[in-house]
């Protein structure tokens, strides 16, 4: 069994891929009109940037980091 040395964390493309892939999803349901539409949209949008950010991004780097920085 092979284990290839690629880290999974700081993964900053798939962490917009997937964002984006999502809002859009959302979004073509939701069709936010008012404001308050737009205001809840923003929030689920930015529930998910943040979802994904910690998923694959910057938490998860300083997490797998912290032990080698001390």
């Known amino acids: 069994m092979s284990h290839d040395a690629v880290p999974a964390y700081g993964l900053w493309s798939l962490v917009v891929i997937n964002s984006l892939v999502f809002i859009i999803f959302a979004f073509s349901f939701a069709k936010p009109q008012s404001s308050r539409d737009w205001r809840s949209f923003g929030a689920f949008s930015g529930f998910l940037v943040a979802l ?6 910057f938490p998860l780097t300083i997490y797998l980091l912290s032990g080698w920085l001390g």
């Open 52 to 57: 994904f950010a910690e998923m694959y991004g």
